[in-house]
């Protein structure tokens, strides 16, 4: 049988060095006892923590590892972006070629392009994401009874930014070098 109300409270404690739990446990006892809450509705485990607590080792890479997948398919789509746009501009890129910029300067439009599309990710998707992920660990902490207190690393905030940018550009390494290789000659006389 669990509490009244079917609710459950606990704390986690850790102790200093050299102290001792035989103790504590004693002092504690005396506590709940003078308090009104006797065993077995209030009780002390000295080694066990509760398993809800116990379950979290098991999905603590969860989050990290969906980040990871999450980038790892938005670069795929930025790639597969950039591709299609290679292909698509082919004349755009010969006249360019045309009027003088050599294949550095044409794969260099192409890594600017993928710069563009992050930083406007960034500028747009960066805080929206913060704020839904702040909102939506409020309301999922707040069913399951723990503390509402969300909290943005800032500093994977920021390293998000250059990371971004250089994905980007990784992901642009090929379409950039199939974009500086376009024939103005054969594109043009094709069309």
Request: net charge positive; hydrophobic share 55%; aromatic share 8%.
């Given at each position: 049988?669990?509490p ?44 066990r923590?509760?398993a ?28 597969h ?18 009027v ?7 794969s ?5 392009q ?24 409020t ?8 503390a ?24 642009a ?12 000659a ?6």
């Amino acid at each position: 049988a669990g509490p009244p109300g079917g609710a459950y409270n606990f704390y986690l404690v850790r102790f200093a060095p050299g102290v001792r739990v035989v103790d504590v446990r004693a002092r504690l006892e005396r506590a709940f006892a003078a308090a009104g809450c006797a065993p077995p509705v209030c009780t002390f485990f000295a080694v066990r923590p509760p398993a809800d607590v116990s379950n979290y080792a098991g999905v603590r890479w969860t989050p990290a590892m969906l980040a990871g997948l999450l980038a790892l398919l938005a670069a795929v789509t930025l790639g597969h972006a950039l591709v299609s746009s290679v292909r698509g501009r082919r004349r755009e890129l010969a006249v360019l070629k045309t009027v003088g910029f050599v294949r550095r300067q044409v794969s260099a439009t192409v890594a600017w392009q993928a710069t563009a599309v992050a930083a406007v990710t960034l500028v747009v998707g960066l805080p929206i994401g913060v704020a839904a992920g702040r909102w939506l660990w409020t309301l999922f902490a707040n069913q399951i009874g723990v503390a509402a207190d969300p909290r943005t690393p800032l500093v994977a905030v920021l390293v998000a930014v250059p990371v971004t940018v250089a994905v980007a550009n990784t992901a642009a390494a090929a379409p950039a070098w199939a974009a500086g290789r376009v024939q103005p000659a054969r594109v043009l006389k094709a069309e």
